[in-house]
């Protein structure tokens, strides 16, 4: 891999056999860190509730927890900690870092949550808002609410930022994003997911969009539109680094590659199977190198 222009690999939690493995490759270990997704039929409790008071429906891909649960915050802060007590990746990139949802389809059902009475409690308290009833909550605080959410999703990151800066200082901090722009799906990205870009400035260094095309209905050429759309909601000194998705490749890549706004670095999901096949291989090497030139001194993964 290393020979076709790959310098980094990402992988689930502190696996200790991958850290193994990047060493003994050279290439540098990133951690896909899992913060807001559970096994809902293990932890029933952790069901967000919608707004007819009753647990959200919810697919396969679901993510995003209840944040009143504060026994499973707890255990999500212990497993960082004694990861980066432990070992020295070159980043960590937060995962699931959201309300409730999935976006990995071309069709989502999206639903507002979490009223249980303990995050409403939380709601009212932070926006001194007096409504106990999420229709009312909807009705007439629908940007307060909005607001608390995504600035609550943006405090967790920026206590598991410090955290990890405190032991890390150079350890990039990643976030995977909900790949939509802020105005598609009547604002989805915040009103459901609560991923502000804005907000999420202060922990984050490297925002990553999850390009996953063929999952989610769209072409090849959705990384680069993104991209050029871009500098309308990514802070400024704040990178974007898209992943995309093996099932897609090569076309999302070579698209990505023409893009005049470049992406820092690349991630492709599942992107190590590409390099049994040796002309996919130099696809990858060609593009990353045209990528690359884009980001002069630049040192990305
Ligand atoms: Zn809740």
Redesign the pocket.
Known sequence: MKDYGVNARWFHLFNEAAFEACAEQELEACVEFKTFRADFQAHPELI??GVDRKPIRYGRLVQGI???QKEYLAKIEEELLAGIKQFKPRGIWLDYLTYAGWFETSEPDLQES?F?P??IADFCNTAAVDAADPQEILACYSEEWKQHKCRKIADFALHYARLIKAHGPDCIVGAYMCPWTPDEFDGALTRIFAQSYHDLAEAIDVYTPLIYGSKSGRGPAWGREWLAQSAGFVPEGRKAQLILDALDYPESLEETARSEVPSWGIQVFAGASLFRDKEKAIVFRNSVETIRNLLPGDRSV
Do not use: F, H, M, T
Request: hydrophobic share 20%; net charge negative.
């Open positions: 967000p509730i209840c944040l009143s979490c249980c303990d995050c």
